[in-house]
């Protein structure tokens, strides 16, 4: 198999100059580049990508943490991402974690390696303490709000959109509700701002009215029987897919909100949060590569419908 030296024997050209034609370096005359690159694909030489990374520092590849991809907020996600990504030439890796710290840090692990230019996280399963160090070896952005990292977040106004929704249900009248959220293992920051604002808003609301572990459809048809001998009137979900299953197994019973503005939303005409997930995943990736800087907050929309 040749060798990058077989190939400047070939054209007669210094080792120097077909290293900086394989790194796509503008310093060299046309004729040179296509010379060395007809002899390339004559022998079919394909250069090796870490000596390619050792020569020019960079991998055009990020890395993507995240819990899972089979749910609709991720997705929406990721979709952002790898979309900007790919249009400006760079490589995602998902680095899924199922919310394991230990999985977590061995990907923190591989970013200290250079395995890429910079690494995403969508969502963590370690406190912030453990992930800030490993901001000494690269671009680490994340999609949260976080106080020690003023360059390098975009984050959705979740508080801003949880205030709004309770403000709707209480002008309602309501003033007894449930909540679908998320992992129970440990109390993520969404699901602390949605607890702390609903006893803010709500004096009767109790953590005994919160269903855990809520992802899909069939997981809100299974709150809908945990609210069935609970006195609530309104049921704010964690998803429009919860959102569904709860409203298609009761669907006069409560006042059922969702989050994410799926298309099943419009369908069965509940009220839900469009969070603009797709530009959250843009915004991160102009942030990892140093189109945009700082900490931005992306835009919602509460959409409100009457059932």
């Known amino acids: 198999m040749a060798n990058i030296r077989d190939i400047a024997k070939m054209t007669g050209y210094s080792v120097s100059t077909v290293s900086r034609v394989i790194n796509n370096n503008p310093y060299v005359s046309e004729e040179k580049r296509r010379e060395i690159l007809a002899a390339m694909q004559a022998v079919n030489y394909i250069p090796n990508h870490t000596a390619r990374v050792l020569s020019v520092g960079k991998t055009k ?12 907020y991720f997705d929406t996600l990721l979709s952002g991402i790898t979309t900007a990504a790919f249009s400006r030439g760079y490589k995602v890796t998902l680095l899924p974690t199922n919310y ?8 923190l692990k591989e970013f200290a390696a250079k395995s890429f230019d910079a690494m995403i996280v969508t969502s963590r399963a370690n406190p912030i303490e453990v992930l800030l ?12 709000k976080i ?19 309770f403000s709707y249900l209480k002008n309602q009248g ?14 993520s920051s969404n699901s602390k701002i949605t607890v ?18 809520s992802l899909s459809e069939e997981d809100g048809k299974e709150a809908a029987a945990f609210f069935a001998d609970k006195e609530v009137e309104a049921i704010f979900t964690n998803g429009d897919s919860v959102a569904a299953g709860v409203y298609l197994a009761n669907p006069t019973d409560w006042l059922v909100i969702g989050r994410d503005h799926l298309f099943i939303s419009d369908v069965l005409q509940f009220s839900t949060i469009d969070y603009h ?7 991160a990736v102009q942030l990892a590569v140093k189109e945009k800087q700082g900490s931005i907050r992306i835009p919602y929309q509460f959409i409100q419908r009457t059932a």
Do not use: M
Request: glycine share 8%; charged share 25%.
């Open 61 to 72: 590849h990020i890395g993507v943490i995240l819990p899972f991809v089979n749910q609709h």
């Open 147 to 165: 106080d020690a990292v003023p360059d390098g977040c975009t984050y959705i106004d979740r508080e801003g959109s949880i205030r709004e929704v």
């Open 277 to 283: 997930l797709q530009q959250c995943g843009e915004t």
């Open 174 to 187: 309501i003033e007894h509700i449930g909540l679908t959220l998320g992992r129970s293992r440990t109390l």
């Open 133 to 144: 160090p490993y901001l000494a070896y690269g671009r680490i952005i994340f999609c949260e």
């Open 196 to 213: 702390r604002l609903a006893k803010d808003y709500f004096p009767a609301f109790s953590e005994d009215l919160i269903f855990w572990d």
């Open 100 to 107: 394991d710290p230990h999985v977590e840090e061995a990907y």
